[in-house]
């Protein structure tokens, strides 16, 4: 048997969006700039993508601007809401779990002179509310913080931060990284104060290479990418058309039938966390699992290097992750979990295992007899 969890590095494309991907690259591929009709079929995706993001949203489709992925409009939303803001003041505001995509971007600001402020959390994984709130202050122009924690699932209290945020620091703006939340909870931004969004189209079984950034109509960002002016000039570049069209079906297919599809994954994790628990020494990392995200749990086996364990778990048909898929390649431990407490070899014996709706109760409990084969042999194997 072949069991795939880590849906939270990448998800398989739908058939749906496979076929008007394809549909977009081999019939209507013209570019959406052009005048002729070629020009304007190929248009016509992104309207769509934009009418579907939009209505989920419940935003306008002139507020959903088009990227390559995550780490682009991650990346834009911090350096050209910074830049904007600049003259306003330079004080910048982020939490210590963030993933690199604003993590790094927030360091670049430190070397240009902004001053950054990290907000720690508890051990939940979670952003103290009492920091933030001792952290805003009248020259507070940007606050940025994760929805859902890529390595745990923990979830962060949106609602009532975007309310302490535009209480106490009026001109600062509010960006929400939702790259593991958008598909997985309703997100309504204007309700919840957000400001700015950033949403992956890989993560909810859309193609790689897409993304978008919600900004709130009024909200002045400093473009990133300059050249033909395409998207009212905030991101110049050729539209990448398929990978629009497939993030438009992508996300139409998460919220169809969508309190099923949540259901299915709490199941999911519910039954491997129990399994887990017939296991000596096992931990789960962050939030209780009827508070956390749906489809995300990190798992601590003291006594168990994670890349064993990974490596061990892949030769029977078991894909898990050692971590954040964009920074799996680096040696050091987990920012995400030594922050909440860990130390650094409990830090170094997680593996996170990231559900979506194609796995199956027959996969976790294999994976569940795998494991309980694993860990005892592996464990007194690391002894020696």
């Known amino acids: 048997m072949e069991a795939y969890f880590d849906n939270s590095a990448t998800t398989r494309c ?5 076929d008007i991907v394809v549909k977009a690259m081999t019939e209507d591929f013209g570019n959406p700039s052009a005048m002729h009709r070629k020009g304007v079929e190929a248009e016509q995706y992104i309207r769509r993508t934009s009418e579907i993001l939009a209505g989920t ?8 601007l088009y990227t390559s992925g995550g ?6 939303a911090v350096f050209g809401a910074a830049q904007a803001g600049r003259r306003r003041g330079l004080h910048v505001i982020t939490s210590a779990v963030e993933h690199p995509a604003v993590a790094q971007p927030m360091e670049a600001l430190r070397e240009q002179g902004y001053e950054v402020t990290v907000l720690p959390v508890d051990s939940r994984g979670v952003v103290r509310m009492d920091a933030l709130e001792e952290a805003l202050r009248p020259d507070t122009i940007l606050v940025s913080v994760m929805y859902v924690n890529n390595e745990t699932g923990s979830v962060m209290p949106v609602e009532q931060m975007g309310k302490q945020i535009h209480a106490r620091s009026p001109q600062a703006l509010f960006h929400v990284d939702a790259i593991q939340a958008f598909g997985k ?3 309504y931004p204007r309700r919840t104060g957000i400001d700015l969004l950033s949403v992956s189209s890989h993560k909810i079984h859309g193609p790689k290479g897409c993304g978008f950034l919600y900004v709130r109509d009024g909200v002045r960002i400093r473009p990133q990418i300059l050249g033909g002016g395409q ?23 998460a919220y169809e039938d ?4 949540t259901a299915r994954l709490y199941a999911l994790k519910e039954r491997m966390a129990a399994g ?11 939030m209780p699992l009827p508070e956390a995200a749906p489809h995300i749990l990190s798992i601590t086996f003291p006594g168990i290097r994670s890349e064993v364990l990974l490596h061990a778990l892949e030769e029977r048909g078991i894909y898990v992750s050692a971590g954040s898929a964009c920074a799996s390649h680096k040696s050091r431990p987990s920012t995400t979990l030594t922050a909440m407490g860990l130390s650094t070899k409990e830090a170094q014996s997680a593996i996170r295992v ?5 796995n199956t109760p027959e996969e976790v409990d294999y994976t569940l007899e795998v494991l309980k084969e694993l860990v005892p042999m592996l464990r007194r194997y690391s002894r020696h």
């Open 185 to 187: 909870y309703r997100i």
């Open 354 to 358: 990231s559900f979506s709706e194609e």
């Open 57 to 64: 949203l419940k935003v306008s489709p002139k507020e959903i």
């Open 276 to 286: 887990l628990e017939t296991i000596p020494d096992v931990r789960v990392n962050g």
């Open 14 to 18: 739908s058939a749906g969006v496979r």
């Open 231 to 253: 998207q009212n000039g905030m991101r110049s570049g050729t539209d990448n058309v398929p990978g629009i069209a497939g993030l438009g079906e992508a996300a139409r297919e």
């Open 71 to 76: 780490t682009e409009s991650d990346n834009l």
């Open 258 to 261: 969508f309190e099923e599809k």
